[in-house]
């Protein structure tokens, strides 16, 4: 069996489990732009109300801004950074209903703001892996370790961002929010992709940039659950946030996949 290797971790490995914002692909680069419009299209409906929006919006989803309210990063422990679309979209409704907006006004409205932010997001297809991914993508490919997605988005949109990177291929099983009752930190979606990829959790390796990844991993039983760091954050910085991972990378290039049996790298 071959096996996976993160400095002085060495776990055995049948398959893995990646995370996909900000494990497979840049984060700020696919959401950012979303963000933007979706907060700025609420912050202008609070204004006609009355409200003062744009203080409002500083804060919601665990957004980080500059002094022109720029988004420039994100609570790494946050809702941005880990909830699924209807979270977000209660969260950002209760902005409107605070406001005096009936509730199913405001969930309408939001959904509409949604629509908006995803075609753009869609026309942009602003989507840039991480480094070394591909070829860690392919040393597994050579070795024989299967792999699936698991992840908060709608399975259908993962699939998508996928195809936009070029790299729906090496993924056997695609397991989003929508495909299971309980979502991270509970193990189902990983539960389901080993089911899929006919593996059982303990020859698993998850891979994520949340510690609900890891959780998820940890409930399930995975060999090893590995952090990624994707903004610059060293390693002994990103425990922070990541503090129930068993080992953290900046990037794909600190994991190796290391053939047992001959005792080679890939």
Known sequence: MPSI????????????????DGTLLD????????????TGLLSGKLEQLGVRGTELKRNLLGLHRD?????????????????????VTALLASQLYEAGVPWNDALSMIREFNKTAMEELKRLRNVRPLPGLN????????????????????????LEHLEWLGIRGYFQSVVGQDRVEKGKPEPDMLLLACRELGIT??????????????????????????????????????????????AIVS?????KVVDTIGGNNI
């Open 5 to 20: 290797q993160v400095r002085e971790r060495l776990a055995p490995c049948r398959g893995i489990l990646f995370d996909k």
């Open 27 to 38: 984060f700020m680069g696919l959401w950012g732009g979303w963000a933007e419009i979706l």
């Open 67 to 87: 002094s022109s309210n720029r988004i420039i990063g994100y609570d790494k422990a946050g809702p941005f950074a880990m909830a699924t679309e209807a979270e």
């Open 135 to 158: 070829e860690f993508l392919a040393a597994c490919r050579s070795e024989g370790i299967v792999l699936g997605v698991v992840t908060s988005d709608i399975t259908s949109e993962a």
């Open 201 to 246: 959790p303990k020859d698993a390796v998850i891979i994520g940039d949340s510690n609900a990844d890891m959780q998820m991993g940890k409930k399930a039983g995975v060999s090893l659950a590995v952090g990624i760091s994707e903004d610059g954050e060293k390693p002994s910085q990103a425990t922070s946030f990541l503090f129930d991972a068993d």
């Open 251 to 255: 990037d794909y290039k600190e994991i």
